[in-house]
């Protein structure tokens, strides 16, 4: 990097996406870095392979490509380093096995991802790791919860699909009053509405299939870890042999350098849409962390710079499960615009119903079906357009 950390200190979040991450005059000024193929790279005699005497030295351990990403990765996050696994899961599990093992005790938000639960409640438990669920408005009263064998503490805020805003500066002080690891899955807020090590965090975890790639077209995870923590994250990626695909690398790269505008569109969009929501005929509920209705809004007012696209609606409900899932069907099937659909944070807006028969504390709403939307860079008088268009097919639905 020729240009000076110093330099850089005072540029605003756009500039730094803009210019983070590779150099163009280390590539003959070509605005872009190259996507480097590789798994052999040649040393130039006996000596420099026998003493592992320079920067690239197996394709496994990284390559320009990969650097170029990692780098500007780090920039935002404020992190000693970062790794790049091949999805937002492998960003869950990979600092999961790097800092647990039989005998130890880890505390995970109830409102977490359902696939991180599934891999706790599988390979974990599996591999000797006692796993222990809590609310996620717990805040500094996870001090109770906490054993001598709790070495994680694993947090996302806002939840999976309930949107609950956590304590997490209070959370990660009471973990590391005990010694163990905080992570948070940050994947909603991204580091600019959010950055997890500035509050505590040891390890920010980002599925960066969604805002960083943006397009509904890539699968990729990113691993942030402080100055503390990063060579235990390092070393179990480097045994566990984990390594991104350098199209994919690259790809996210590109989406970074937009992804200030891109959500800053989606901030506008979901908001503009939420309230409109919020007390309209048909919907009993918005789940959206920057309405004062939502749990845990006053942590998101006094931590986060944003919101993003991402919230959920609890339509009127029914009499029955039955009616409920009548309703939440006739609303999804009668949209035009919104694909349904999984994963989130492209250009184009999804929705689709989801279940909370996993939680075992934060149940959610349970007045009618929830409904979650991405709301995506189309015009949001088209997409209001839509949702009435589901609205009006639920109520049709009888009770
Ligand atoms: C999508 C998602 C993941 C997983 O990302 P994939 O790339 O789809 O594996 C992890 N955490 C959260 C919060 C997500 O939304």
């Known amino acids: 990097m020729t240009r000076k950390k110093s330099d850089r200190a005072g540029w605003g979040i756009n500039t730094r996406l803009t210019h983070s991450g590779n150099d163009p005059h280390d590539y ?9 193929r590789a798994s052999t790279v040649l040393f130039p005699d006996a ?10 030295r197996y394709g496994t351990h990284g390559t320009p490509t990969t650097d170029a990403l990692a780098d500007a990765v780090d920039e935002l996050e404020g992190s000693a380093g970062t790794i790049i696994v091949p999805s937002g899961l492998m960003a869950v599990t990979v600092p999961l096995l790097a800092f647990l093992e039989a005998g130890d005790h880890i ?45 994680v503490v ?36 991204t580091p600019l509405y959010f950055k997890p090590l500035d509050f505590g965090v040891d390890i920010s975890i980002h599925a960066a299939t969604k805002y960083p790639a943006g397009h509904a077209d890539v699968l990729l995870g990113l691993v942030s870890a402080n100055d503390k923590h990063w060579k ?14 350098p199209d994919d690398t690259y790809l996210v790269l590109r989406g970074l350098r937009s992804m200030g505008v891109r959500l800053a569109h989606h901030e506008k969009s979901a908001l503009e ?36 696209g991402l919230f959920s609606i609890v339509l009127d409900g029914g009499p029955s499960g039955e009616v409920q899932r009548k ?4 609303f999804l099937d009668a949209l035009q615009i919104f694909g349904l659909g999984y994963s989130w944070g ?7 119903q989801v279940r909370l028969e996993d939680r075992t504390i934060a149940k959610g709403p349970t007045a009618g079906p929830l409904i979650r939307l991405q709301i995506g860079l189309e015009d949001t008088r088209d997409l209001l357009a839509d949702i009435e268009r589901g609205l009006e097919a639920a109520k049709r639905v009888a009770g």
């Open 232 to 245: 235990k994250l390092e070393d179990a990626k480097t045994n566990l042999g984990v390594c991104a695909g």
């Open 346 to 352: 492209g250009y184009e807006s999804l929705a689709v």
């Open 154 to 189: 694993f947090t996302e805020s806002p939840g999976s699909n309930t949107m609950e805003i956590q304590d997490i500066p209070a959370i990660a002080e009471v973990a590391h009053r005990h010694g163990a690891v905080v992570m948070m899955d940050n994947t909603w807020a």
């Open 28 to 36: 003959y000024g070509f605005v872009n870095p190259p996507v480097v």
């Open 47 to 56: 000596e420099t392979i026998e003493n592992n005497n320079q920067k690239y």
């Open 273 to 308: 849409i939420a309230r409109q929501l919020e007390g309209s005929e048909g919907v009993s509920q918005v789940l959206h962390p920057a309405l004062p209705s939502s749990p845990g809004h006053a942590i998101w007012k006094r931590d986060f710079k944003g919101s993003s």
């Open 327 to 330: 309703k939440a069907h006739a």
């Open 107 to 151: 505390l995970v938000v109830d409102s977490v991802y359902f696939p991180t639960r599934r891999f706790c409640d599988g390979m974990l438990r599996k591999l000797g790791v006692e796993v222990t669920y809590y609310d996620p408005l717990i805040g500094a009263g996870i001090d109770a919860l906490m054993k001598p064998n709790t070495k």
